[in-house]
Structure formats: C-alpha cells, structure tokens
C-alpha cells in the first residue's frame, strides 16, 4: 500500500527497527535496553537496601552495613552487636519489603491486563478482602499466637487463596475466564468479604479491632526471617513464571478476539495468570497485610517510563515496587519512632508525587 | 497451492439465536472470495469460526481437506492471519510493536524475534504502508491508520489465508483500493466480508451472498451481484454496468429510488 503515499520514500530503518526516528510520544527509556534498565535498577535497589539497613533507633553507617552483610553472605565471623542486628533484626525486614513491593507490582500488571483496565489492581478481584478476612477471623475468635508466629500469615494466604478459588468458580465459563464476568464477580466477592470483617470487627474486643486496624492497613513490624524467606520464595519463582509468560500477557492485553487470532485460548491463559496473581497476592497480603497503592500505580508507573511491553513492565515494575516499598517502610519504622505509622499511608505519600509528575510528563504513555 | 477453505452443513448458533444455518461454501485456494450481506446475516461469524472465536455446533470448517478442529491453535494461527473488526484496547503499543505481535505464532518459548522475523514484519509494514508512524503509539494514531496496523500485523505471521473482516473501515480511497489490490494479487486464500459492494465486485474471484445466516447466492461477482438479487437480499436498487477497461462488473446502488429534485429529473 506504498504506492502515492508522501512518506513512501523514506528510508526504512535497519532491524531491530523500534521505528524511524519519530517524536516519542510515551515511555522516557522505551529505548534504553532492557538489561541496562535492570542493572541500573538493581543498584540503586542495593543502595538503598543497605542505607535503609543502617536507619533506626542504632544509627549504623553504610559501610558497617555492606561489611555485616558481606561476613554473612560469606560465612564469616560476626563482629559485634551491629551484625547482629544488620543481619537478625534488619535484613529479614528489609527483604519483605523487596519481596512485597515487588509482588504486588507483578499482581497489578497481571490483573490490568487480564481485565484490560488500567485502574485495577490486585484487590479489585476480591483477593485482599480475603486476605484480610483470613486474618481478622484469627485475630477476632482464635487470637494471633493461636498456631505460633506464622497464625496470622497463614490465615491471611488461606483468605486469599480460598477467594481466588471461590471467584474463579463463580466466574468462569465453558471457555475459561472472560475479563468482565471475572472483575463484576472479584469486585461482588470482594465487597461482601468485606461486609463480613466489618461486622467480626464490631463484634470483637477493643485490643482486637486495634490489631485488625494496623493489619488493614500494612505493616512489616512481623518481619521474621522465617516469612521473609516463605514469602521471598513464593513470590520469586511467581514472577519468574510470570516473566517467562510476558510475551502471552502482551496478547491477552489485546482483546479475546485477538488473542484467538494471535493462536492463545484466552479464557485457559486468563486463568493461568489469575492464578499467578492470586499467588503474589496472598504471598504479599499475608507477611505485609493490605497495603493499597502498588499493585494499581507501579505497573502504570513503569508503563509511562519503558514502554508498554509486558515483559519490561514486569521486571521493572517488580523493581520500583521494591524501591518504593523499601523507603516507605524505613519511613514506617522512622519518623515517628519508636512508634510505627501503618506503611499504607506512606506508599500514597511516597508514590503519589511520583506518579503525578509521571502522568505529567509522560501523558502520552498512558493508555 | 494450500489455503482452500470449506464449509460443509456449518451451523452455528448463540443461545438460541442461529448466526450460521447449515451454510455450506468453499473459498478455493490462492483466490479472492468475498463475503457480502446485510447486517447481522453471519459473514463476521462465518470468519470468527475459522480463527476459532466461534464454535460450529453442527457441520466441519476443513483447511485443505483437514477438519480445522485436528488443528492446535497455533498451527491454525500460523496459517491464517486476521484482520478483525474489534479495536484492540488503546495499550500504549506503538505500531511497530502490534505489528510485531503478529509473529507470535512462529515465535519460540522466550518470544525472542530472529532477524527472520524482522525480515517479515518489514516487508509487513512497507506493504500496509505504515512506515511513517510505525514507531507512534496505537492512540496516537486514526482510525485509518490503526486499521492499516492491524492490517500490517495480519501479514506480518505471513499465513497463507487472510480473513479480512471489513478491511476498508476507516480507510481513505487511495488506502481502500491499495488494500484490495494487494488482496486480489498476493496469491494468498482471501476471505473478506465486504459492505462496499461495488468494490467486491471490483475484485473479487468468488462472491457469497449471506442473508440471515443461509447462503442466498454463490458465483462470480457477474451472477451473484444481479440487481434481482441485490433486491431480494439487500432491498436496494442498482445498476450493473460492466467497465469497458477491465471487463468486470461495476455497480451503481440506489439510482432508481434516489430521492428527486427539482430541476434534476
């Protein structure tokens, strides 16, 4: 269709051709490759694990911190206190901060491309509703040591898992899982678990309906190095998984009727990834509790900076939520210390002025 | 050659609402058949039961022979390409990237494109034409760009049947002619459902008229888009005139009960 066209003269580019030298109307490091981004985004992870190791209440300087953690990846023997709490009390936490901001990343872009919306996230399907009723029947009937450290954990994953499961049975269909069927059904489920925390909250004790209150809205006070480990486990093989599959999820995001021409059964994909969601999400959910905010912006976030491709937006995505997470909860266990603030709140703090001037500078990135 | 489609006894249906009604037809291999019909009278269904979005519940859909059923979804996929009518969500793709989406099917399990590939979405896009915007955003783009996109990706997986499901929307004079020249000599199996009937008559081998899910004629454009039928089926008048340049049919829709003004007789 070449012929009379104006611009039909023009040099075609040599492969690999991400298109002539037009003006970029979205994603500022769509360019860049992606193994440049992950470096760079790995590093300043680093970084920031270990400057945010070194803040608290025993003020440790980065390269005591770098030194600790060097001894314990290599075995050597601890020096001193300061080890003792860069590696027991600090890293397990740090590490849960990585792994949650970095699931609920991975979650969100599965779910806004399985439902094609980008204002879902993870919660819309219900998930978190049922992580928090997990944890809020535990907390209200049976208390939070009832099964030890791991109670409220447990229950947490167990409330998710079960409304993963209860929400694809409702929802599917002789072909699977269609996108509307599955959001009207996770945000019906969704709405009704809540119902039922609200009213095991009123009918349990003052004590209780604190601790449910700090659980709803996110803390890593819990860390231990037992979970980080569950959870750091758990949620790095799913985003493996997930970044093996990136190239389908770009399809799925297509429509149904593309995807089947494209050669994919999208209801028997839609709910492989929803699995996968479930997984992350109660993987986060259940060491974290309910922390809003990452799952629906760090997918979008990462959108507007490289490009719409699934398999950037994963790894990348995965790698600001860990960044963002990770400062926020120093900033949870910081400012008004000794005390803690729920991480919810700060996530919005830390990442809404980001977003903004993202949405600002980038309008075009945006679907 | 390959691509030869058949439909033997096809029936199918939503619900209870019968889109397909035992609709028997072939589209020979290598030729331009085109669909045309009102609204409604099956021809986007009769194209969504060969990419598998449709089921026959009674009936086979065969490709050279093999029940289409016995082929896995990405064999069926590697052989036939798709421009369908639904716009795809505006997903920040740019052009290049949909257009790269249409080698899925021969792609590995990492999705990696070979130089192969790159081989294949160029020639894509230099014959859809959408080399100057290839590296634009989808929502940047018209209508009518976005459709040459789409139509780019369909041959970018290089298939030897295109199904084009209104391939001309959106589209200006110049690009809707191009599309179908291109149609009519790549040598590929052709099936598009067409609205323009004049330009089905224009260039198509083969023409199957559809009315409310039956086949009410099958032939070459001269016997199947009479003024009788066209009356039956589409309840227009038209004139058919054969072009004394390329010796095909040509039409002329509605010039009996076209409204008359004064001074216009």
């Known amino acids: 269709m070449t012929a009379g066209h104006p611009d039909a003269g023009r040099p075609a580019p040599v492969a690999p051709p991400r298109g002539p030298a037009a003006p970029l109307h979205g994603g500022l490091w769509r360019r860049v490759p992606l193994p440049v981004l992950l470096a760079a985004g790995l590093l300043v992870l680093a970084v920031s694990a270990v400057l945010a190791i070194g803040v608290g209440a025993v003020a440790i300087p980065p390269g005591e911190v770098a030194g600790a953690l060097w001894r314990a990846a290599t075995g050597a023997p601890q020096h001193g206190p300061d080890d003792f709490i860069v590696v027991q009390l600090r890293l397990p936490r740090v590490i849960e901060a990585m792994t949650v901001g970095a699931g609920l990343a991975g979650a969100g872009t599965i779910v806004q491309a399985i439902v094609r919306n ?3 996230d993870p919660y819309v399907l219900g998930l978190s509703s049922g992580a928090s009723l997990g944890a809020v029947t535990v907390i209200t009937t049976l208390g939070i040591g009832f099964a030890g450290s791991l109670t409220l954990p447990l229950a947490a994953f167990a409330g998710a ?55 709803l809205l996110g803390s890593l006070s819990g860390a231990q190095w037992r979970l980080a480990a569950i959870s750091g486990t758990l949620t790095g093989a799913s985003l493996a998984v997930l970044l093996l599959r990136g190239h389908r999820l770009n ?54 900076l490289v490009g719409a491709d699934s398999r950037r937006v994963i790894p990348f995505g995965a790698l600001i939520g860990a960044v963002i997470l990770l400062w926020a909860d120093t900033a949870a266990r910081t400012v008004l210390a000794p005390s803690e603030v729920p991480i919810g709140i700060l996530t919005a703090f830390i990442g809404v002025p980001i977003f903004i001037a993202a949405v600002r500078t980038q309008p075009g990135a945006l679907p | 050659m390959s691509g030869a489609v058949t439909f033997d006894e096809v029936t199918v249906a939503w619900k209870k609402t019968v889109a397909l009604d035992r ?13 045309v019909g009102p609204n409604g009278s099956g021809k986007s269904t009769l194209l969504k039961t060969l990419y598998g979005v449709a089921r026959p ?40 990237e949909m257009i790269a989406l249409g080698r899925t099917a021969r792609l590995g399990p990492f999705a990696r494109l070979s130089p192969r590939d790159h081989q294949a979405i160029n020639q894509a896009i230099e014959t859809a034409g959408c080399r100057p915007y290839v590296g634009r955003p989808l929502g940047t783009l018209s209508g009518g760009q976005r459709q040459r996109v789409l139509f780019a990706r369909a041959l970018a997986g290089e298939p030897d049947i295109l199904l084009l499901d209104e391939p001309t929307n959106h589209l200006d004079p110049r690009h809707q ?32 008229v559809l009315e409310a899910g039956r086949l009410a004629a099958t032939g070459p454009p001269a ?4 003024p009788q039928i066209l009356r039956q089926v589409f309840t227009v008048d038209a004139t058919v005139i054969n072009d004394p340049a390329t010796g095909r049919t040509r039409l002329l829709i509605g010039t009996h009960s076209a409204v008359q003004r004064p001074g216009n007789p």
């Open chain 1, 161 to 215: 898992a079960g409304t993963g499961i209860l929400v694809f049975l409702l929802a599917r269909t002789r072909a699977g899982l269609a996108a509307g069927p599955l959001v009207m059904t996770g945000v019906a489920a969704g709405s009704l678990l809540s119902g039922v925390t609200s009213f095991l909250l009123l009918r349990g004790s003052a004590d209780a309906a604190q601790d449910v209150m700090f659980w």
């Open chain 2, 23 to 35: 609709v028997s037809l072939a589209a020979p291999a290598g030729a331009f058949t085109a669909l």
């Open chain 1, 251 to 304: 399809i799925l995001a297509l429509g149904d009727e593309s995807a089947a021409a494209l050669g994919m059964r999208p209801g028997l994909a839609r709910a492989g990834f929803f699995a996968l969601a479930a997984l992350l999400t109660g993987a986060a959910v259940s060491v974290a509790g309910a922390i809003g905010f990452i799952g629906l912006v760090m997918p979008n976030l990462a959108r507007m």
């Open chain 2, 177 to 208: 002619l191009d599309l179908l020249d291109y149609a009519a000599r790549c040598g590929k199996t052709v099936i598009a459902a067409l609205h323009t009937l004049d330009l089905a008559a224009a260039y198509a081998d083969h023409i199957h």
């Open chain 2, 223 to 226: 016997t199947t888009l009479t």
């Open chain 1, 118 to 120: 980008p204002i879902a």
């Open chain 2, 57 to 96: 519940r009674s009936g086979t859909v065969s490709l050279d022979g093999t029940p289409l059923h016995k082929l896995s979804t990405t064999e069926r996929a590697r052989r036939i390409g798709v421009l369908a009518q639904d716009s795809p969500a505006l997903s920040g793709y740019t052009a290049w």
